[in-house]
T-cell receptor, first 115, second 113 residues
Framework: AQSVTQLGSHVSVSEGALVLLRCNYS??????LFWYVQYPNQGLQLLLK??????LVKGINGFEAEFKKSETSFHLTKPSAHMSDAAEYFC?????????????FGKGTSLLVTP | KAGVTQTPRYLIKTRGQQVTLSCSPI?????VSWYQQTPGQGLQFLFE???????NKGNFPGRFSGRQFSNSRSEMNVSTLELGDSALYLC????????????FGQGTRLTVV
């Protein structure tokens, strides 16, 4: 089955440190990949998306992700963490549009930012 | 431009009852999908509607159903509620099939007691 795996259910970084959240996908065909962020009691907000136009994707709030086909990865990074980045982050993937739009989500990574 | 609107935001129901949740997509969006979010199972796809037709369905029992109206608004219904149905139900809308992002509502928090 097509899926995504997020390594690390909890990640803790210091304010100002590099943020690295890992996502690997399983697919034999090019996927569409997304990173979403969720704040407490809120819905999901799109950070960035990969749709084969460019392997390095820049998103909102200083986040970016690089699509690496050879590693089937789409890791999310941010050079310098802010306290406001503390939230739950989800990697998601979708494939065949013709059968309907459905996102497969990873289990999520909770990011804690310490002063 | 208004975002995806879900009503109600919070709901408490008793086991055995049924519930209907509503979702109004972003204007012009014809694809509406529903997801269930629980601490144990994470985010799981329920179903997707496009132009009033269900195109895709996740692995949920028949107690979970949905529909979409001609104005693209969607409802999902859960019958014979069970305690395990307690979850955050998220609706998302998108302009077109895969490749374009889905915009999510704030969700409906359903508690079954």
């Amino acid at each position: 089955a097509q899926s995504v795996t997020q390594l690390g259910s909890h990640v803790s970084v210091s304010e100002g440190a590099l943020v690295l959240l890992r996502c690997n996908y399983s697919s034999s065909v090019p996927p569409y990949l997304f990173w979403y962020v969720q704040y407490p009691n809120q819905g999901l907000q799109l950070l960035l998306k990969y749709t084969s136009a460019a392997t390095l994707v820049k998103g909102i709030n200083g986040f970016e992700a690089e699509f690496k086909k050879s590693e089937t990865s789409f890791h999310l990074t941010k050079p310098s963490a802010h306290m406001s980045d503390a939230a739950e982050y989800f990697c998601a993937v979708t494939w065949d549009a013709n059968s309907g739009y459905a996102l497969n989500f990873g289990k999520g990574t909770s990011l804690l930012v310490t002063p | 431009k208004a975002g995806v609107t879900q009503t109600p935001r919070y709901l408490i129901k008793t086991r055995g009852q049924q519930v209907t949740l509503s979702c109004s997509p972003i204007s012009g969006h014809r694809s509406v999908s529903w997801y269930q979010q629980t601490p144990g199972q994470g985010l799981q796809f329920l179903f997707e509607y496009f132009s009033e037709t269900q195109r895709n369905k996740g692995n949920f029992p028949g107690r979970f159903s949905g529909r979409q109206f001609s104005n693209s608004r969607s409802e999902m219904n859960v019958s014979t509620l069970e305690l395990g149905d307690s979850a955050l139900y998220l609706c998302a809308s998108s302009l077109a099939p895969a490749g374009t992002e889905a915009f999510f509502g704030q969700g409906t928090r359903l508690t079954v007691v």
